[in-house]
């Protein structure tokens, strides 16, 4: 789900990035519940299309609650998953009690930030960073990434961005407005997300770009719960009430959504992907 420019810019707060950024422990399980899945699609293509049916060693970065991780183990690769936050990785290991034990087995848990990781040089296959490449210091993330790869391994960076409004009455523009945040109504731009524009290190070839559109179906109290789940609607200074008028233009769409046996919405969504390889 959209992360919400700016955090770069003349308008970015420092401080106010870095409640952003620490605050999603607290909303982990709510985070996990309704935030948008890495589908195994996206996900192949993030960690370079590996042939069918080889295990790769993929490092997931930014791992929160293991949204991302959990599709990757299921496709059967063994992964590390990366977090700072202790909120969020105890929503990731509690996930991992209800995955088949063979599956929850190839998942390593590392505490660590993207700038310090503790793991090997040279040793995987892919690195996997879903929704979170913008909260990390990029240079050193950067470096971190290049460090752990093996040459021609994959660096995946992708981010979910609202597709384009098909519902009743523009109602994801009206959404954007209520949470504050008119720019997420804008869909993928033609340029990547900010915190990519400086481009990858050295030891990066050319990066490749790939969109992957697909429906986030929610009931309107899950809405509800998603936008708590956004880092700037979290910090709000008028949470409560953001929430509550995300309720009332949640039920009224759901009423005029068609073709779902109950009331739900459908909130369009484009997967923005970015991958490159290590260089020899
Ligand atoms: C929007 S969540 C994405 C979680 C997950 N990858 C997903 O797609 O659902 C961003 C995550 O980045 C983590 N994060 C923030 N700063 C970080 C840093 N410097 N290094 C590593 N992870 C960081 C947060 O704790 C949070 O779990």
């Not at 949470?179 to 050295?202: I, T």
């Amino acid at each position: 789900m959209p992360e919400d420019p700016p955090l770069t810019g003349e308008h970015a707060d420092p401080a106010a990035i870095e409640a952003r950024r620490t605050a999603f422990g607290e909303v982990a399980s709510a985070y996990d519940r309704v935030r948008a899945p890495w589908p195994d699609a996206t996900v192949d293509w993030l960690i370079g299309s590996p042939p069918a049916g080889q295990s790769r060693l993929v490092i997931d970065i930014g791992a929160g609650t293991g949204k991302a991780t959990r599709t990757l183990a299921g496709l059967g690769h063994q992964v590390v998953a990366v977090d700072p936050s202790d909120g969020m990785l105890a929503a990731l290991r509690r996930s991992l009690a209800d995955l088949p034990a063979e599956v929850a087995a190839r998942v390593e848990v590392v505490a660590s930030p993207a700038e310090e990781l503790a793991l090997p040089d040279g040793r995987a296959d892919a690195v996997l960073v879903a929704q979170a490449w913008h909260w990390f210091d990029t240079t050193r993330a950067g470096a971190q990434c290049a460090r752990v790869l093996r040459p021609g391994g994959w660096l995946g960076l992708g981010w979910h961005v609202w597709g384009e409004d098909t519902g009743p009455d523009g109602w994801l523009e009206e959404l954007a407005e209520i949470v504050g945040n008119p720019e997420v109504a804008a869909g993928p731009g033609a340029e990547p997300p900010p915190s990519l524009r400086g481009g990858l290190p050295d030891a990066f070839g050319p990066l490749e770009r790939r969109l992957f559109a697909f429906e986030h179906v929610l009931r309107p109290d899950e809405l509800v719960l998603l936008a708590s789940s956004w880092s700037y609607v979290q910090i709000h200074p008028r949470r409560e009430a953001v929430l509550a008028a995300v309720g009332r233009l949640a039920h009224r769409v759901a009423r005029q959504t068609t073709g779902y046996a109950d009331p739900v919405l459908v909130l369009p969504h484009v997967s923005d992907c970015y991958r490159a390889r290590r260089l020899p």
